[in-house]
């Protein structure tokens, strides 16, 4: 275990924002990862597991726990041959899905554009294009509240649109296993995979402000549109609608180029961030009746 004090957060976050967590802890084995939940205990302070911080906002004041990501074993990916695999929480998930790809198998490739680590994706149920990391995972493996390791089947991870149990129980994923088809079963090839993957990040680099900090969607799909829209479920079809392209708070911007991204336009604070996200969802209530519901999770004192 590595240990970092007062850690900038902005040095850790897609958003390059939030102030100092009390500790960093980088952990490579579930011996680490133990220890580590055993200084934040002895400390009384809370935990938080940490990917990539690519779906994260972080307070200007910091968050006074300890935030743990994970590292050594936790990135390994492990080919248990016929499409299976045992893929560490820390693992890229861009980079698992494009190994796949070149092996062949398909299920996951549209998903590598996604800058997350696995973990993140399990407990967002990330998903892109058609494809949802949950739909070719067969078991998870976590450290329970009681710390122990156990390994739960598909059905018990409760994955639906954009979540999963993992936000509820308590449970640090550790790894997973997935089982993914091969491409020929689907009548493709490699090379298909690979122009649909080109196809996917031609998509995301003209529609997404990749150039910008950001944290992806700011809002989840809805459930139901607006009254005279019901079947529109896009967030940033509403957004831009109400006017809010380019609109601004302090250094955040809702982005010109996909309304449902929140951009850091330069000096940004997480307050202007949040303040931006209620400001958005104000405005789409009173203007279509419907209520937004962020995707970006929240961590530390906004108060």
């Known amino acids: 275990m590595i240990l970092f004090e ?26 680490d990862l133990k220890a580590t939940l055993a200084l934040a205990s ?11 911080g690519t779906n994260l906002l972080v307070s200007d004041s910091g968050y006074d726990g300890v935030v743990i990501t994970l590292a050594g074993e936790f990135s390994e990916i492990q080919e248990l041959g016929n499409g299976t695999y045992k893929v560490g929480a820390a ?25 997350g680590t696995l973990g993140g994706a399990l407990y967002m149920n990330a998903g892109a294009y058609g494809q949802e990391i949950g739909n070719c995972c067969t078991a998870v493996t ?13 059905s018990e991870c409760g994955f639906g649109y ?39 990040m031609a998509k995301r680099k003209a529609t997404q402000p990749l150039s910008m900090p950001n944290a992806g969607s700011t809002f989840k799909r809805l459930d139901a549109g607006s009254a005279d829209m019901p079947e529109q479920v896009a967030p940033g079809y509403y957004i831009e609608q109400a006017g809010l392209k380019g ?6 911007e809702v982005s010109t180029l996909h309304a449902n991204f929140i951009v850091n336009a330069g000096d940004a604070t997480a307050k202007d961030i949040k303040e931006l996200s209620e400001f958005v969802q104000a405005r789409v209530a009173e203007k279509f009746g419907i209520q937004l519901k962020r995707e970006i999770i929240l961590l530390g004192n906004f108060e």
Not at 42 to 52: A, D, M, Y
Not at 247 to 252: M, T
């Open 91 to 115: 693992v890229p998930l861009g980079r698992f899905a494009r190994t796949a790809l070149k092996q062949g198998f398909a299920g996951i490739h549209k998903l590598a554009g996604i800058p």
């Open 142 to 154: 976590v450290l329970d509240s009681e710390e122990n390791i156990r390994e739960l089947a598909t």
């Open 6 to 31: 007062n850690e900038p957060m902005n040095k850790h976050t897609s958003f390059k924002v939030g102030g100092p967590a009390r500790f960093l802890a980088k952990v490579e084995s579930a011996d």
């Open 162 to 200: 954009r979540q999963s149990a993992f936000q509820k129980n308590g449970d640090i994923i550790l790894s997973a296993t997935f089982q993914l088809p091969e491409a020929s079963a689907q009548g493709k090839t490699i090379a298909d995979l690979e122009t649909e993957l080109a196809e996917c």
């Open 42 to 52: 002895e400390k009384q302070l809370p935990h938080f597991i940490v990917g990539n």
């Open 247 to 252: 609109q601004r708070i302090g250094g955040a």
